[in-house]
């Protein structure tokens, strides 16, 4: 009968581990199932809710964050294969909305309902760190897995192209 | 500026208010609906008259000014036009202003319900009277404490100033004197030329915590002891649920309860099993391990071709007339030169970038809800009336809102998740995925159209339109008036066109179909326009005129000045008169909730033969305007969605399925698809139009007609492939 109970509750549970995580320099001790996805992690767990569920197969963007810098779509990553690497989410960005992106964002108005915008951003400044003078096609390639229902596509793009000014004037 | 502090609660709110001396809370008591004699009051004079104000503004002792926006913010910019209109004629900036959302109260805000583009619309004189009401009352009481006469001073930025001295008090310290005022009746408002605020293109209020991750959606909402729910949902939209199996969703860690729960969609219950557990991840595996068998027997289950036919048969059959001029069929079969056509549009999915979804939590006979809400009131009325509880009782909390588009119009999301709290006796959130979103509804009905027009010396001398399509509200009764002609058959199309065509038609035969549909951005006019405007440059071409000129002709008249302007001012932007033979250039003009907008595209094709859009112009006239550049990011946004509905995604039906389920199969404009679009306003005193939704159905036509000045094809299903033109 024990026995029985203690298999009972061992189908019962997932199987279980613990990660430290590293979210915008801070380290994390969070429990859960390996094949948990980072995003459910970032914002249940961390409580870190600007990361958003947008389609849970990697197809919109809106759960962008960085992995080691480089953008990965937090909904279909496995939380074991982001354990010890740096993850940065939009929170994690700036302190103050002082990131170039956030502030080209500003300038030229981009959000409407705001809600892709988190992604939208995370992965321009992902762009921009690798290409600092984007061309319109290097701005198709980086963009073109955020969707924006909104349709601000359009200053999404001159946004990018403002920042990428600011950063500039900002290195001279 | 920081927004972050900028959420007040309604109960915060007007308990600061009616401590009498410590702020000014101004607002108006509503006498049934109508705005326009609305009473305007102080928070004291309403305790005392023992009614509830709806209150706007509140400055407190501080002078810190704190306005409520009782309309959803879904991307549509109302977070910002409200604020503005009153900090006009309060004479306050913006930075210095806290913005809260109204919680949902029909008896207090009116229709709250954010549809039809009819926030500015609808309130824009009530709020700048309740913003110049408490300005002249802060006027008023600097002048007894100067003992001045009160036309010696003027009220800027904040602050009362006694012109003749120079002498001014912040508007802080004058909050105690003036909450004892009456308000003056009748106050002056600003002439348009004196505005500093409304008109200008200011940055939204709400972008700040839309750029860092702060902005609270629905999904953000976290209640203590709540729970989470997903639902396995009936794939076909009325199935029933015969039995389940939980045994393998009960063994997972984090599960409490499977139930069956359903939802009132119309007429019908859309029902499902929710998994609630005490974390998403929990609920979701849970879902993933359920197993329910359905009963579909009930209705009939159809294919999108089935459902497409079924229209072209109605077409066949006697129509239910909504508008009718003249006689056109007698002119047409006199006609020498006859135009018909038949269009097609498809059904689509609202698909907001934020999936549906709601937090409930009934504790007793007392109902509160979070989430992303377009009809705040409704639901009110909806929960109330349902589960039987006062009104009062049901409070709906406001959040932003990741997309609308109509979708989260609509109270059968939020009454599941209250019928879900209730069950388990704790607060619940419930998240639909992505795939619940997609494949559920109710979607945009598709329509199928005939038009028939006959041409004498270039001019239209009859036309007539039949729509096959669902009318959406035969849905309320299972057994529907279907008598009623479908109030949405001349929805877009430019109502000069009246003035000059004395022969015409619209009228509708109501398709039978069991697919729940509903209102999609633009509603009727977004499948509308595209037929109307097709058709109106089929004409054109028939009579061997450019299509610009010909809808001036047919557009012009005593009312037809708006029309003719629009026209003209997209000539000059496209250069019309000089364009180039080989260019594909292409307009359309279309009206619908008191906007009219006109849009030009010009198409090319590459060396590779591929058709590429160059450029969009759009002209909006929506009369008086509150924010330009809002209207230019909504008119943007608008003619992206109209894209995507004209060339790129489609919901199809197998078996009474909705086929699409994610976005690898309903497929989304992409940033590398949209080209330059250049958005003009007019300047005009015409009273305010709608913005969010009027820019969206000129596009398609405007394409379509642009690819048929290039290559000779007409396209008259929606959607085409772009890649196949």
């Known amino acids: 009968m024990v026995i029985h109970n203690l298999i009972a509750s061992f189908t019962k549970l997932f199987l279980m581990a613990s990660y430290n995580l590293s979210i915008n320099g801070k380290t994390y001790k969070v429990e859960a199932d390996p094949k948990m996805p980072l995003l459910w992690v970032i914002r249940e767990l961390a409580g870190l809710h600007g990361t ?18 480089n953008p990965v779509r937090s909904c279909t990553l496995p939380v074991s294969s982001a354990a010890k690497q740096t993850i940065t989410t939009i929170e994690g960005l700036s302190d103050d909305n002082t990131h170039a992106v956030q502030k080209a964002w500003l300038a030229e108005q981009v959000p409407q309902c705001g809600y892709c915008q988190s992604g939208q ?26 969707i924006c229902r909104c349709g601000t596509y359009p200053r999404i793009r001159k946004a990018i192209k403002t920042a990428a000014q600011m950063m500039a004037k900002a290195s001279n | 500026m920081q927004t972050t502090d900028k959420n007040l609660s309604r109960r915060n709110f007007i308990r600061l208010g009616s401590m009498t001396g410590a702020a000014l809370t101004i607002g108006y008591a509503m006498p049934g609906l109508a705005n326009e004699a609305a009473e305007i009051l102080t928070a004291q004079k309403a305790v005392e008259k023992g009614i509830e104000l709806t209150a706007w503004i509140s400055i407190d002792k501080t002078g810190k000014v704190t306005i409520l926006n009782h309309r959803s913010e879904m991307g549509q910019g109302s977070f910002q036009a409200v604020p503005q209109m009153i900090a006009e004629e309060l004479e306050i900036s913006l930075d210095n202003v806290n913005i809260g959302f109204a919680p949902g109260h029909q008896s207090k805000y009116g229709s709250q319900s954010t549809g039809g583009s009819s926030t500015v619309r609808s309130a824009y004189k009530t709020l700048l009277r309740t913003g110049a009401t408490a300005r002249e009352m802060l006027i008023q009481a600097a002048a007894a404490k100067w003992n001045v006469k009160k036309n010696e001073s003027y009220a800027e930025n904040g602050f009362v100033i006694h ?49 860092n991750g702060k902005a609270e959606f629905g999904l953000d909402v976290k209640i203590p002891g709540m729970m989470y729910a997903v639902v396995e949902r009936s794939p076909r939209f009325r199935g029933k649920v015969k039995s389940f199996d939980d045994s393998a969703t009960k063994k997972i860690t984090g599960v409490k309860n499977v139930v069956k729960v359903s939802r009132p969609v119309f007429a019908y219950e859309c029902e499902g099993v929710a998994v609630i557990a005490d974390s998403l991840w929990a609920a979701l595996e849970g879902r993933k391990a359920l197993k329910v068998e359905w009963d579909d027997s009930a209705f009939e289950h159809l294919d999108t071709e089935q459902l497409y036919a079924r229209m072209k048969e109605d077409l066949k059959k006697t129509s239910l007339s909504q508008r009718t001029g003249g006689n056109p069929e007698a002119v047409f079969q006199k006609s020498e030169k006859k135009v018909d056509a038949v269009y097609e549009t498809p059904y689509e999915s609202h698909s907001c970038m934020e999936p549906l979804n709601c937090t409930a ?14 009809a705040p009131d409704w639901i009110q009325q909806d929960v109330s009336s349902r589960l039987k509880v006062a009104p009062e009782n049901v409070t709906v909390n406001m959040t932003f809102l990741g997309g609308g588009f109509g979708r989260k119009a609509f109270t059968d999301y939020t009454y599941e998740a209250v019928l879900l709290s209730k069950e388990i006796n704790a607060p619940v959130q419930v998240v639909w995925t992505r795939e619940d979103d997609t494949t559920q509804g109710p979607f945009r009905p598709g329509a199928v159209y005939e038009c028939k027009g006959s041409l004498s010396n270039g001019r239209i001398t009859s036309l007539q339109a039949k729509m096959a399509a669902q009318n959406m509200n035969h849905q309320w009764s299972p057994v529907p008036d279907k008598t009623s002609f479908n109030d949405s058959d001349i929805e877009g199309f430019a109502a000069s066109y009246f003035d000059n065509i004395t022969n015409y038609s619209f009228s509708d035969v109501p398709t039978e179909s069991p697919i729940p549909v509903m209102w999609w951005r633009s509603v009727y006019s977004s499948t509308n326009g595209f037929a109307y405007e097709s058709f109106i440059d089929e004409l054109a071409a028939a009579a061997e005129k450019d299509p610009l000129e010909f809808r001036k002709a047919h557009l012009g008249g005593e009312k037809g000045e708006r029309y003719i302007a629009i026209l003209e001012k997209l000539g ?114 015409e009273k305010p139009g709608g913005v969010g939704e009027p820019g969206l159905p000129p596009f398609a036509p405007a394409l379509c007609n642009a690819i048929f000045d290039l290559t000779g094809k007409r396209i008259r299903k929606l959607p085409f492939n772009i890649n196949e033109v």
Not at chain 2, 361 to 374: R, S, Y
Not at chain 2, 639 to 663: L, Q, R
């Open chain 1, 52 to 69: 958003k569920y947008g389609c849970g197969m990697a197809q919109c963007g809106a759960c962008t964050v960085h992995l080691n810098g």
């Open chain 2, 361 to 374: 939590h009934v504790k007793g006979h007392k109902v509160e809800i979070w989430g992303p809400i377009q």
């Open chain 1, 121 to 146: 951003i995370m992965a321009a400044a992902a762009l921009l760190k690798r290409i600092p003078n984007p061309t319109d096609q290097d701005i198709d390639n980086a963009m073109v897995g955020n």
């Open chain 2, 572 to 685: 000059e932007l496209t250069n019309w008169k000089d364009k180039k033979k080989n260019d594909g250039w292409g307009v359309a003009i279309t009206e619908c909730f008191s906007s009219i907008v006109g849009e030009a595209v010009k198409v090319s094709k590459n060396s590779a033969g591929k058709l590429k859009i160059d450029k969009v112009f759009a002209v909006m006239d929506c009369g008086w305007y509150v924010n330009p550049d809002i209207i230019r990011a909504q008119v943007e946004g608008s003619i992206v969605m109209a894209y995507g509905a004209a060339a790129v995604h489609e919901t199809h039906f197998a078996d009474g399925k909705a086929v699409e389920t994610n976005f690898h199969q309903y497929k989304m404009p992409r940033i590398n698809e949209i080209p330059e679009i250049e958005v003009h306003i007019m300047d005009n005193d």
């Open chain 2, 163 to 211: 012109k003749p001295s120079g002498k001014k008090f912040g508007y802080g310290e004058l909050v105690e004197d003036a909450s004892k005022l009456t308000p003056p009746k009748d106050v002056k408002l600003k002439r348009r030329e004196e505005y500093k605020i409304v008109g200008k293109p200011l940055a939204r209020q709400d972008n700040p915590n839309k750029i």
